[in-house]
Each structure stands twice: as C-alpha cells, then as structure tokens.
C-alpha cells in the first residue's frame, strides 16, 4: 500500500496551520489570553449584553467550550454575568473595564500577528485564502452533529 500525500488533505493542513497560528499567537499575542477567548471579548465588544449561548454561536464554540471561556473569563475579571431585567432567568455577559482594556490591547497584537501567518500571500491572495477558509469553516458548522451516514465505520 502507497503512502498517501497529506498534502492534499484539508485536514492534515489545517492542523498544521493551527500550530502555527499557536505558536504566534502564544509569542506575539498573549500567553494568558487564548484566541478563543479572544473571540468571546470580541464578541462582547461588538454585541455587548449577549448571553452565553449566544457569544458560542457567534464565536463558533460548542457549549461546553463557551462555559469554560466565559468562566476563565470570569475568574480573570474580565467579564461580568448581569441578570436579564426582561427574563430573570437568563444572564447576559459584559466586559469589564479590565476586559475593555485587555482587548484593546490584544487587538493590536493580533493584527499584527496574522500579517505575519499571512506574510507568505500577496493582498489578492489573503482575500482569497480567507474567503475560502471562511466558506469551508462555515460549512463545516453543519456538520458538528453530522449524519449517520457520515459517520465511520467501526
């Protein structure tokens, strides 16, 4: 049997772009600050007042991850959980002025941080690799609860 060559699969380049998107991200944005929490700060940032399972929807995070984020988040003093005053059984998410300042600051550094990941493509090309990561990304949301028929044989 022929060995097959990973790199014509999506997936084999996709683990290797996340590595190397961590490995940045850990030396040029933040060593505390995860990229999915990020993303939840962010979120905030342009939605203040959603609630938990919103921020996951929007951020592309599963339940469980988004809980875990939003209580680190939390812990750090970044974010604040208020009671809804229209559903008291529901709490919305805010930032704090601690977690206003900390994206400010990791904003930068991100952008900074994907002009390097990107450094290799020329500006037509980064519009086009993004357009189609992000096109494969949110297909790909459509298969967190996939198929029978998509699943492997055992």
Partial sequence: MAAVDLATHPGHLARRLQQAHHLLWTTMVSEEITSPQFAVLNALVAEPGLDQRTVGERVGLDRSTVAEVVARLIRRGLLDKVRDA??????????TDEGVRTHRGLTVRTARMNQVLLAPLDADERAVFLE???????????LR????ALRAPH
């Fill in 86 to 95: 229209r559903d008291g059984r529901r709490f919305l998410l805010r930032l």
């Fill in 145 to 148: 609860d996939p198929l029978p």
């Fill in 132 to 142: 189609l990561i992000r096109r494969v990304a949110d297909a790909a949301e459509s």
